[in-house]
Nanobody
């Protein structure tokens, strides 16, 4: 089964940028749909972005649309989330997740993902 490891989080000022990575091992990332979720203190884990298994479809939460970009590098077996114009409300632990299935209607639902990374902290200061 695939293992996922996030990296690239950190502290950044509002308006700045960060790129978080989700490196896969034990499986090829192109065989999975991959999603990014985030969880702020005291809040539920929420959907941020997802890329379908075929990479033909990409989705974003309304709160990050136009600021975040998800991408997949099959050669590096890694999925990235480029985050620009960061806001203090983007502060959270960011998790990547994977599921070995096709389809599109489930990509925003965290319960549909089978494999999760340990998360990486992103903190945006005002």
């Amino acid at each position: 089964q695939v293992q996922l490891v996030e990296s690239g989080g950190g502290l950044v000022q509002a308006g700045g940028s960060l790129r978080v990575s989700c490196a896969a091992s034990g499986g090829t990332v192109s065989s999975y749909a991959v999603g990014w979720f985030r969880q702020a203190p005291g809040k539920e884990r929420e959907f941020v972005s997802a890329i379908s298994r075929s990479a033909g479809r990409i989705y974003y939460a309304d709160s990050v649309k136009g600021r975040f970009t998800i991408s997949r590098d099959s050669a590096k077996n890694t999925v990235y989330l480029q985050m620009n114009s960061l806001k203090p409300e983007d502060t959270a632990v960011y998790y990547c997740a994977a599921a070995n299935k096709y389809g599109l209607d489930w990509l925003r639902r965290r319960e549909e993902y089978d494999y999760w990374g340990q998360g990486t902290q992103v903190t945006v200061s005002s």
